[in-house]
């Protein structure tokens, strides 16, 4: 079982940075498959980002690609997700996601966490 508890989302104004944070509960995270996803309104939840469980391989969406950067610090069991140049379409509730299966965590992770507004603002 994985807890995931997200932070460090919030108003920001276009051209800006957040970097959000996912904090993962017990003792076999560096066996799981990190991602994120989000989901603006009216909108579908979708795949942002994803990292393997070694840190070594990372995959974005392509409008995200050159923005966002996923990274883990495994002795914290915690996942990061930088996001720079943010525009006001990327707008949504960011979601954390883990996974033993990395390729499944692209479509159907099994677990989640309860997500963190972020707001780009014109």
């Known amino acids: 079982q994985v807890h995931l508890v997200e932070s460090g989302g919030g108003l920001v104004q276009a051209g800006g940075s957040l970097r959000l944070s996912c904090a993962a509960s017990?003792?076999?995270?560096?066996?799981?498959?990190m991602g994120w996803f989000r989901q603006a309104p009216g909108k579908e939840r979708e795949f942002v980002a994803r990292?393997?469980?070694?840190?070594?391989?990372?995959y974005y969406r392509d409008s995200v690609k050159g923005r966002f950067t996923i990274s883990r610090d495994n002795a914290k069991n915690t996942v990061y997700l930088q996001m720079n140049s943010l525009k006001p379409e990327y707008t949504a509730v960011y979601y954390c996601?883990?996974?033993?299966?990395?390729?499944?965590?692209?479509?159907?992770?099994?677990?989640w966490g309860q997500g963190t507004q972020v707001t780009v603002s014109s």
């Open positions: 017990g003792r076999t995270f560096t066996r799981y498959a």
């Open positions: 996601a883990a996974d033993l299966d990395i390729v499944a965590l692209t479509t159907t992770p099994d677990y």
């Open positions: 990292i393997s469980w070694s840190g070594f391989s990372t």
